[in-house]
C-alpha cells in the first residue's frame, strides 16, 4: 500500500482555511458603494465652507487695520497656518486624482479596489526619502504641534477628530499605525473619504478662528433680512433682532415727523398762552430709552401745579416716578410706546399733546481694568494687581451708573513656553486665586481676560470681548 503524503493534505488543509477566512473578510460591493454618496456630501460640504472662508477672509482684509490687538493677531496666525495645512492636503487630493486620470481611470472606477490608491500613498516623487502619505502625517502632525504652542488655542478637533496620534487603538481594543488605520490596505471608498473628511475639518476649524478675530472687533455671525431691513443674531442661545442704522435713522425721523405733527395739532387746540403746555414742553427730554433703567422724560420741570397734569404711556408696561421736577419712565420691554401729556383741570383729562418713543435693550457694555497706569495693553504686574477688579461702563454720557454687574471671568496666563494656567473669577473683584496666579506672572507672559459674563438691568445677558494684557515687568 502506496503511503500518505502528509504534508500535501495539511497543505490543502491550509488553502482551505485561508479560504474560508477570505470568504468571510470580504467586504460587500454595496457597502462600499454606499461611500459614494458619503464623499459626494462632503465635497458639498467643503464648496460651502470654503465660500464662507473667503468671506470672512474678505472681510478681515478689509479691517486689516483694526486687528491689532494681541487675541486677533494670534487667531489669524493660527488661522493661517491651518490653511496652510489644508492646501497641502488639497494639492495632494488633486494629485491623487491627476494620477488616476493618466491611468485611464478615476476614483468612482477604482471605488471598491485598493491597488491604485495604496501605490499612490506610498509612491516617493523624484529623490525625495518620504512617501506621499508620510508627507501627509508629518505635515498633520506639524501643525498639532504648532496649535499646541499657541496661547489661544480654542479647538482641538483637528486633534482628536482626524486623530493625530502616532498609534490608534481600535473598538475592539488593537492598535494601529496611523497610517495603517486611516489609509493603508484600505478600498477607495475609504481612504479617499479619510482625505475629503479632513479637508472639511481643517476648513471648520480654520473658520472658528477667523470668527474668533472678528469678534474682538465686534463683528458676529447674523442674517440680514432684506424685507424687513433687519438684522438678527444668534448669541448665547438666543436670537436678538438689531435694527440696522440706515432703518433706525428713518424710523427715528419718522417719530420726530409724528411727534412734531401732534405736538403742533395740540398747540392749535390749546391757548399759546397755556402756562402748563409750554413748560412741559420746555422741560420734555428726547434722549435714548432703554429698557430696564429709569429715562428721564421731564427734567427740570419748573411748574409748582403737578396735579394739573398726567403722564399716561401705551402700552401701559411701564412705570413713572418722580424726584423733585425731575420724571423718570422705566419700562419692562422693548417697543414702540405713545406718551400722553393730559390736561387735568378739565373732566374729560384732554390731552395736550403725546410723544412716540422707540424702546430698545441696553448697548453692549464695554470692559476695563480699574486702573490708569497701562498703555496699548502693556501693564506691570504691580498695576495689573493694584487695579484689583474689572469695571464694565457703557461708553456713554447717558448712563451715569452702569446697568448691571459682572458675574464672572476666566483669567489665563499664557508663560513664554506657551504654558496656559487658567482661573475661574466670580463677580468683579480679583478673587485669591487670581491674584496668585497675576501674581506670578513674569516679563513676557499674557494675561487674559476671558468669557466675561455680565447680566444687564434689561434682563439680558452679555459676553464682552475679551482683553488682553503683555506683562513688561
Not at 85 to 92: A, D, R, V
Not at 269 to 298: C, H, S, Y
Amino acid at each position: 500500500m502506496a503511503a500518505v503524503n502528509q504534508n500535501r493534505y495539511r497543505l490543502i488543509t491550509l488553502l482551505y482555511v485561508i479560504f474560508v477566512c477570505l470568504s468571510v473578510l470580504n467586504i460587500p460591493s454595496s457597502l462600499l458603494d454606499s461611500n459614494y454618496y458619503s464623499v459626494k456630501t462632503l465635497e458639498y460640504q467643503e464648496k460651502a465652507r470654503q465660500e464662507q472662508v473667503n468671506f470672512a477672509n474678505q472681510l478681515i482684509s478689509d479691517e486689516t487695520e483694526k486687528l491689532a490687538n494681541d487675541s486677533a493677531k494670534t487667531y489669524l496666525a493660527i488661522q493661517d497656518r491651518i490653511h496652510k495645512s489644508y492646501e497641502m492636503i488639497e494639492k495632494f487630493d488633486q494629485y491623487i486624482q491627476k494620477k488616476l486620470a493618466d491611468q485611464k481611470t478615476d476614483i468612482w472606477k477604482e471605488f471598491n479596489s485598493m491597488r491604485r490608491m495604496e501605490e499612490i500613498f506610498i509612491e516617493k516623487e523624484g529623490n525625495d526619502k518620504k512617501s506621499n502619505i508620510q508627507k501627509v502625517y508629518d505635515e498633520l502632525f506639524e501643525l498639532v504641534k504648532f496649535l499646541n504652542s499657541q496661547p489661544l488655542q480654542l479647538d482641538s478637533a483637528i486633534k482628536t477628530l482626524i486623530p493625530v496620534v502616532d498609534v490608534v487603538k481600535s473598538k475592539t481594543g488593537k492598535e494601529y499605525a496611523w497610517d495603517r488605520y486611516l489609509f493603508l490596505h484600505k478600498p477607495v471608498a475609504v481612504s479617499y473619504f479619510h482625505i475629503k473628511r479632513i479637508k472639511l475639518l481643517l476648513l471648520d476649524v480654520e473658520n472658528v478662528y477667523q470668527l474668533a478675530a472678528l469678534k474682538t472687533i465686534g463683528y458676529v455671525q447674523a442674517f440680514y433680512s432684506i424685507q424687513n431691513n433687519t438684522t438678527v443674531l444668534f448669541k448665547q442661545g438666543e436670537m436678538s433682532k438689531v435694527l440696522d442704522a440706515e432703518k433706525q435713522a428713518e424710523m427715528m425721523k419718522r417719530l420726530k415727523e409724528e411727534a412734531n405733527k401732534n405736538t403742533s395739532n395740540a398747540s392749535s387746540e390749546i391757548a399759546t398762552n397755556d402756562e402748563l403746555t409750554k413748560r412741559l414742553k420746555n422741560a420734555l427730554q428726547n434722549e435714548n430709552f432703554f429698557v430696564g433703567v429709569k429715562n428721564q422724560i421731564l427734567k427740570s420741570l419748573n411748574y409748582s401745579a403737578t396735579g394739573d397734569f398726567a403722564i399716561e404711556v401705551s402700552p401701559n408696561t411701564a412705570v413713572m416716578n418722580n424726584s423733585g421736577n425731575d420724571y423718570y419712565l422705566s419700562f419692562k420691554k422693548p417697543g414702540l410706546y405713545t406718551i400722553k401729556f393730559m390736561d387735568k383741570r378739565t373732566n374729560n383729562n384732554k390731552m395736550l399733546f403725546d410723544k412716540k418713543v422707540e424702546v430698545s435693550l441696553l448697548p453692549n457694555p464695554l470692559i476695563r481694568l480699574n486702573t490708569e497706569s497701562m498703555t496699548n495693553n502693556i501693564i506691570n504686574v504691580r498695576d495689573l494687581l493694584g487695579s484689583n477688579r474689572l469695571v464694565a461702563y457703557m461708553g456713554s454720557s447717558m448712563f451715569k451708573n452702569f446697568p448691571g454687574r459682572i458675574n464672572g471671568y476666566t483669567v489665563i496666563r499664557v508663560g513664554s513656553d506657551g504654558r496656559k494656567v487658567s482661573e475661574k473669577n466670580i463677580g468683579d473683584v480679583f478673587q485669591p486665586a487670581v491674584q496668585s496666579l497675576i501674581g506670578a506672572s513674569k516679563k513676557g507672559d499674557l494675561i487674559i481676560f476671558d468669557a466675561i459674563l455680565i447680566s444687564m438691568s434689561d434682563g439680558t445677558t452679555r459676553n464682552a470681548n475679551p482683553m488682553t494684557f503683555k506683562i513688561v515687568e
